[in-house]
């Protein structure tokens, strides 16, 4: 039982299953980018000898993503990654707390003899100099006495022995928050043609819509070229409405996000509208004539309740004839379509009688109903990008931590010094050692620098 | 001048250091790696200077933006950061072996500017996606990182190289004795990785900002990303292996190289898939 555990443990916080797990994520990247997935991985499947589309579907080649063993292996990461930081804090701990203290037993004799230098007085008041001296570079000295002398010992840059668990958390965060993002984000589109209001969210991948609880209005979108005619600003000037009030009016701008209601809009793309905006009046029979602003798709009751219209298309120069919109009007007297032009005085004079023979050109042919319409210049329509994802604090977070956390440890070792005295006739040979979790290069020097300090203050004696 | 007339030029200055420390090698004498090292340090000089010059230039033609938006200033810039990490380690090292490793390495990436002709070289303004500091840090760390995966390619090379020669026995000539020593190669190696993963990191790190600010989405799987990560977990692969017993030495080099492949697939490769990143 015991064992069968040990054996459980073992392989869990061992850094071949890192370095295996590593190597097949990267793997499973690798396939997913170089074998075409999804939707595309059928037509490439079709291509494939049935022996290999056999491996292949057998191994979910076609969505590596979402396969079993990927997913596995994304989850057994962040558990070997847990269980490896457990194991292995505490052994950090004592080695942040100063590892083993000296003994006592150290000897000169044990020493490289560059690493032994001379001095003029008595062990115990070298001593004290030394000890000052390493105090200076590591802040706390344990002191032993020997029989021949003394033992000094200082370590610094003890805390980056933390510096790999800030790393390994970071990436547990941002694991964790990519996961949240995936689980409880929702991203989508906004779609508003200039002049319109709009509150509802299209989903991505055409998964359904969400209502906002508030209303956006496309003031103005504005494209700007530079010479060459490569793209300059896209820029949405957008009104936020919650409850019929203006809460809150901002530009919109690629880079430039903006926050609101919990989510956050960015300037994702926009196109022409077909047909441009119009403008599209009606009156009933002689009474006051009604104005409103439409874009292909638009429906709008008429105001004596006859019937419903809809924007069917909108074409910037039907026929020769200049700008013209048609509209089908549903009633309970059926479906009516009807083209409205912009300029159908000009029409009727050049082509008298061409309202009787084409009704399709009557803008009266909904009665008591009379259309008209006006363009009103390009018509654009913005896109918005809206996201809600609550991982992102997390993502920001783990990435900051897995920045720190390498400079701590690539950046800072752990060096630790001893210096030890020895009494010979009265004077004292003084040696010194090191050692250092790594940087080996960075401690010699430093122990190079800490030795001549140690002869250089002998010569003032 | 135009920046990019020094830098057709600057692209012979590297092929004139990179002959002069092969004759060093060959003949064994410093002589030649002196010259080669002047050589160098003037190319990178010039090179300097046509940075310089072209980030001037794009703001008298009324778009400036430091000179880090496009392939060609890809290119330039990554070669730069290439004999900036070289000039240092010989500095600090006081070894010019690795300049016959390296200096081809920032040579092929200006004549591929130069001489290819997919490669756009004037002066762009920048879409508004590029509008962002974002994107100048980004750039900058990435292909930082990316020098410091080429010096560590270099050092396996040679490194392997090492273990060939010695396989030669006494005959062995100028050449291998003038490799310094296996685990100095090593150490410097290690190093290299060290600080293109944290270069790497930062530069995967600012991107993902970028983007979250441009897209609204920190991380989208397009290839160009998901080969950047591929890249990082080979490198943090290869950090880890060194604590796994009988990995250190000749795997390292050679995952060295492997790392490096993957970066050149990363940064050329993935051209050829769709990406938004896609340069071409
Ligand atoms: C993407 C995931 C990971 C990243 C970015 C990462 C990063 C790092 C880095 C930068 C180091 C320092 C290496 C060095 O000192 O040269 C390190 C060390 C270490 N990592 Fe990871 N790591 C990851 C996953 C894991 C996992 C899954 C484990 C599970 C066992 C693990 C276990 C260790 C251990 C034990 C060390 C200390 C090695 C030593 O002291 O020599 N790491 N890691």
């Not at chain 1, 292909?296 to 924007?311: C, I, M, W």
């Not at chain 1, 994802?389 to 977070?397: C, E, K, S």
């Not at chain 2, 010059?53 to 392939?71: M, Q, V």
Request: proline fraction near 4%.
């Amino acid at each position: 039982m015991a064992s069968k555990y040990t054996g459980l443990r073992e392989f869990l916080t061992s850094i071949r299953l890192a370095v295996a797990l590593l190597s097949l994520i990267a793997l499973g990247a690798v396939l997913g980018t170089v074998i075409p997935q999804q939707v595309e991985g059928e037509t490439f499947a079709a291509r494939l000898h049935p022996a290999l589309l056999a491996l292949f579907k057998a191994l979910q080649l076609f969505d590596v993503y979402h396969s079993t063993w990927f997913v596995l292996l994304l989850l057994l990461l962040p558990v070997n990654l847990i269980a490896c930081s457990l194991d292995r804090f505490p052994a950090a701990w004592r080695q942040f707390r100063g590892g083993a203290a000296p003994d006592g037993t150290e000897r000169l004799a044990d020493l490289p003899p560059e690493r032994i230098v001379a001095a003029d007085r008595p062990p115990a008041e070298e001593a004290s100099r030394l000890e000052a001296l390493l105090r200076k570079r590591c802040g706390r000295v344990q002191k032993v006495e020997t029989p021949q002398g003394f033992v000094l010992a200082g370590g610094k840059g003890a805390f980056s022995r933390f510096g790999v668990f800030v790393v390994h958390l970071g990436v547990l965060l941002l694991i964790a928050g990519g996961l949240a993002g995936a689980i409880f984000g929702v991203r989508g589109y906004v779609e508003i043609a200039e002049g319109d209001t709009a509150n509802t969210m299209q989903f991505r991948g055409g998964k359904g819509a969400e209502t906002l609880p508030f209303a956006i209005r496309c003031d103005h979108f504005t494209v700007e070229y530079y010479e060459n005619g490569a793209p300059k600003v896209f820029r949405s000037d957008l009104t936020f409405i919650q409850d019929g009030k203006t809460v809150r009016q901002g530009a919109l701008l690629v880079n430039h996000p903006i926050a609101f209601g919990g989510l956050r809009f960015y300037q994702a793309s926009y196109g022409l509208l077909p047909g441009g905006r119009l403008n599209l009046s009606y009156v009933r029979g002689d009474g006051k004539a009604n104005e409103r602003d439409v874009a292909v798709g638009d429906r709008f009751a008429l105001p004596g309740g006859e019937g419903e219209v809809e924007v069917l298309r909108a074409e910037n120069d039907l026929m020769r004839m200049g700008p013209a919109v048609k509209l089908s009007v549903t009633s309970t007297r059926g479906n009516v379509q009807v083209w409205v032009f912009q300029n159908i005085e000009r029409i009727k004079e050049a082509n008298p009688g061409v309202l009787a023979q084409v009704p399709l050109m009557n803008p009266g042919l909904f009665a008591p109903y009379l259309f008209s319409m006006q363009k009103k210049g390009e018509g654009f329509y913005t896109v918005l990008q809206a996201a809600r994802d609550p991982g992102v604090p997390l993502v920001a977070g783990g990435a900051s931590l897995l920045i720190v956390g390498l400079m701590i440890t690539f950046f800072f070792s752990h060096r630790r010094f001893r210096i030890v005295l020895e009494e010979e006739k009265g004077k004292s040979r003084i040696g010194l050692t090191g050692s250092s979790n790594r940087d080996p290069v960075g401690l010699e020097n430093e122990m190079n620098q800490l030795l001549a300090e140690i002869g250089k203050a002998e010569g003032h004696s | 001048m135009s920046d990019s007339a020094i830098l057709s030029g600057v692209t012979f200055v590297y092929l004139l250091s990179f002959l002069l420390y092969l004759v060093r090698m060959v003949r064994g004498k410093e002589f030649w790696g002196s010259a080669a090292s002047w050589i160098a340090r003037i190319g990178f000089l010039l090179h300097s200077a046509a940075l310089l010059l072209r980030w001037k230039s794009s703001y008298d033609l009324g778009i400036g933006h430091a000179p880090l938006a496009n392939f060609y200033e890809s290119l330039i810039f990554f070669a730069w950061a290439v004999l900036l990490l070289y000039l240092i380690i010989e500095w600090k090292t006081c070894s010019r072996s690795l300049g016959v490793f390296v200096i081809p390495v920032a040579f092929l990436l200006l004549a591929f500017a130069s001489i290819s002709p997919g490669v756009n070289d004037r002066i762009q303004p920048l879409i508004p996606a590029l509008q962002s500091n974002w994107l100048t840090v980004h750039v900058l760390t990435c292909f930082l990182g990316y020098a410091s995966f080429a010096m560590a390619f270099a050092l396996g090379i040679m490194y392997l190289l090492k273990g060939k020669g010695q396989d030669g026995g006494k005959e062995a000539g100028a050449f291998f004795r003038l490799i310094p020593a296996a685990n100095a190669i090593e150490e410097l190696l290690y190093q290299s990785v060290v600080l293109g993963f944290v270069l790497l990191s930062l530069g995967i790190m600012t991107g993902s900002v970028w983007a979250q600010y441009a897209w609204g989405s920190y991380w989208s799987w397009d290839p160009k990303e998901t080969w950047s990560l591929i890249t990082w977990i080979v490198y943090a692969v290869m950090l880890h292996a060194r604590s796994v017993r009988g990995w250190r030495g000749k795997r390292m080099a050679v995952m060295a190289l492997v790392g490096f492949a993957s970066v050149l697939f990363t940064y050329l490769g993935v051209n050829y898939l769709d990406s938004l990143h896609s340069y071409f």
